[in-house]
Antibody, heavy 116, light 112 residues
Framework: QVQLKESGPGLVQPTQTLSLTCTVSGFSLTSYHVSWVQQPPGKGLEWMGR???????YYNSALKSRLSISRDTSKSQVFLKMNSLKTEDTAIYYC??????????WGQGVMVTVSS | DIVMTQGVLPNPVPSGESASITCRSSKSLVYKDGKTYLNWFLQRPGQSPQLLTYWMSTRASGVSDRFSGSGSGTYFTLKISRVRAEDAGVYYC?????????FGSGTKLEIK
């Protein structure tokens, strides 16, 4: 069955770089897009960016200068890297299967706290 | 960027009643293929969001027919018939018509 699972450090220091991995199963990264979504505690959802099935990437302009999304199709993994972290980046980070716009499967999310 | 504006519900909603959640976009979400690129999600407390409908009115796999999406190019409604306790949570609309993809701020549904 389709599954996505995020992994990464729970705590990152300000100004450092966040690295998250989304490991997927039950579908191919060359057939579906994957998006990352950010949710600060108690707040709403914000789309961060997408890596398409063809490997092209698109980013939220508000994060574009700090964000990079890549993948390793042989390992069924998608990677998110965000630099120059701020305390405001404290959030749950979700990866989601993005079937041409319908975000039909989501990971459980990973909580990341930015603090010294 | 396309701004998504969601309405507020008169909470709590009695179990068994209907509830309608509204969402307005700052630009038409109709694409040249004729589809309207609007999603609805439910996020229950402590859980990941769950897709309810896409293309404005197509229910996602396994979603109850108590949920129905409708609307025009810029004004959308998610109707929940015969609400149950399990429908409680925050509902989000999302446009996937153009980048950046944007969500509404969410509408909370409480059940009495």
């Amino acid at each position: 069955q389709v599954q996505l699972k995020e992994s990464g450090p729970g705590l990152v220091q300000p100004t450092q770089t966040l690295s998250l991995t989304c490991t997927v199963s039950g579908f191919s990264l060359t057939s579906y897009h994957v998006s990352w979504v950010q949710q600060p505690p108690g707040k709403g959802l914000e789309w961060m960016g997408r890596i398409r099935s063809d490997g092209d990437t698109y980013y939220n302009s508000a994060l574009k200068s700090r964000l990079s999304i890549s993948r390793d199709t042989s390992k069924s993994q998608v990677f998110l890297k965000m630099n120059s972290l701020k305390t405001e980046d404290t959030a749950i980070y979700y990866c989601t299967r993005d079937a041409a716009g319908s975000f039909d499967y989501w990971g459980q999310g990973v909580m990341v706290t930015v603090s010294s | 960027d396309i701004v998504m504006t969601q309405g507020v519900l008169p909470n709590p909603v009695p179990s068994g009643e209907s509830a309608s959640i509204t969402c307005r976009s700052s630009k038409s979400l109709v694409y040249k293929d004729g589809k309207t690129y609007l999603n609805w999600f439910l996020q229950r407390p402590g859980q990941s969001p769950q897709l309810l409908t896409y293309w404005m009115s197509t229910r996602a796999s396994g979603v109850s027919d108590r949920f129905s999406g409708s609307g025009s190019g810029t004004y959308f409604t998610l109707k929940i018939s015969r609400v149950r306790a399990e429908d409680a949570g925050v509902y989000y609309c999302q446009q996937v018509r153009e980048y950046p993809l944007t969500f509404g701020s969410g509408t909370k549904l409480e059940i009495k």
